[in-house]
């Protein structure tokens, strides 16, 4: 009696558990299945059109980051300055994503009704820096001492960079830009900047922290003195209403604001605006 009571105890252990591993089993393969189902949902190209100071981090991290995480989806980045950006959306630049290195650009393009302002977000935050060449011994130390160099200062072209129109903007502030207007070697780009201190062709030149940070052929004198600027150094980023690939494009912003993209531009130097 005592062995059939055992018997039965033990066939009803096992019946118990057999049932929780079935409906862990579905459970599991259930959710899996949901969450494969939503990223196989996001297919093709994501176009991206992000200022040059973007092109480090995107391009060596959050790219292949993000098509890791969606195989059937391949971002296309095109970079160059906010400015140039703007006009090639408004000329018909294929683009889902627009992220820009300054306000100005974002806010003219939302106007003329390129611009999904539901998805339009403040997002990060970065520094303006004077450098110069690693070798340099030039003496060189702040601002101030702009009005004294003799060779090039290179700045990105105000009309259309945003570094070049926070440049202006500094040395105004601090009274040197008429002193120094003819010394100035404007680059397309604040990477085209950044390449003409590395090589040596500019004496010194106003870049953002993350690009000094990207090369060791450059160093920073100093951060713009506090006060130069007027307003912070933002990075806006919203989809374009005319996206060919809407879950794309919601995927590729949802997965920015994850907290491992938001480590990644940390770890190139850039701060999250909260």
Same mark, same amino acid.
């Given at each position: 009696?005592?062995?059939?009571?055992?018997?039965?105890?033990?066939?009803?252990?096992?019946?118990?558990?057999?049932?929780?591993?079935?409906?862990?089993?579905?459970?599991?393969?259930?959710?899996?299945?949901?969450?494969?189902?939503?990223?196989?949902?996001?297919?093709?190209?994501?176009?991206?059109?992000?200022?040059?100071?973007?092109?480090?981090?995107?391009?060596?991290?959050?790219?292949?980051?993000?098509?890791?995480?969606?195989?059937?989806?391949?971002?296309?980045?095109?970079?160059?300055?906010?400015?140039?950006?703007?006009?090639?959306?408004?000329?018909?630049?294929?683009?889902?994503?627009?992220?820009?290195?300054?306000?100005?650009?974002? #806010?003219?393009?939302?106007?003329? !009704?390129?611009?999904?302002?539901?998805?339009?977000? $403040?997002?990060? =935050?970065? *520094?303006? &820096?004077?450098?110069?060449?690693?070798?340099?011994?030039?003496?060189?130390?702040?601002?101030?001492?702009?009005?004294?160099?003799?060779?090039?200062?290179?700045?990105?072209?105000?009309?259309?960079?945003?570094?070049?129109?926070?440049?202006?903007?500094?040395?105004?502030?601090?009274?040197?830009?008429?002193?120094?207007?003819?010394?100035?070697?404007?680059?397309?780009?604040?990477?085209?900047?950044?390449?003409?201190?590395?090589?040596?062709?500019?004496?010194?030149?106003?870049?953002?922290?993350?690009?000094?940070?990207?090369?060791?052929?450059?160093?920073?004198?100093?951060?713009?003195?506090?006060?130069?600027?007027?307003?912070?150094?933002?990075?806006?980023?919203?989809?374009?209403? #005319?996206?060919?690939?809407?879950? !794309?494009?919601?995927?590729?912003?949802?997965?920015? $604001?994850?907290? =491992?993209? *938001?480590? &990644?531009?940390?770890?190139?130097?850039?701060?999250?605006?909260?």
């Amino acid at each position: 009696m005592n062995k059939k009571i055992l018997l039965i105890a033990i066939l009803a252990i096992v019946a118990v558990v057999g049932i929780g591993s079935c409906s862990a089993g579905l459970f599991d393969f259930s959710g899996n299945n949901d969450s494969n189902n939503t990223n196989a949902n996001v297919t093709g190209d994501v176009n991206l059109a992000a200022a040059a100071s973007l092109k480090n981090v995107y391009d060596e991290k959050l790219i292949p980051m993000f098509e890791k995480k969606y195989p059937g989806a391949k971002v296309v980045p095109t970079y160059a300055s906010s400015g140039d950006l703007q006009t090639q959306i408004e000329n018909g630049l294929k683009a889902d994503i627009f992220m820009s290195a300054a306000n100005k650009q974002m #806010n003219k393009l939302a106007s003329e !009704g390129y611009i999904d302002n539901s998805t339009n977000k $403040q997002f990060l =935050e970065n *520094k303006v &820096v004077l450098i110069v060449p690693a070798n340099s011994n030039s003496n060189i130390s702040s601002f101030d001492d702009l009005k004294n160099v003799s060779g090039n200062i290179a700045i990105g072209n105000p009309e259309s960079v945003p570094a070049g129109q926070y440049a202006k903007e500094v040395l105004t502030n601090l009274g040197a830009w008429d002193s120094v207007q003819s010394k100035l070697s404007l680059g397309t780009d604040v990477t085209a900047v950044l390449n003409q201190v590395a090589q040596g062709s500019a004496d010194c030149g106003i870049v953002y922290s993350t690009d000094a940070n990207s090369t060791k052929d450059v160093k920073v004198v100093c951060e713009a003195p506090q006060g130069s600027l007027n307003t912070s150094v933002i990075y806006p980023v919203a989809e374009l209403k #005319n996206t060919t690939n809407k879950a !794309g494009a919601d995927a590729f912003m949802d997965f920015l $604001q994850t907290k =491992e993209a *938001k480590d &990644v531009f940390v770890e190139y130097g850039f701060t999250i605006h909260e």
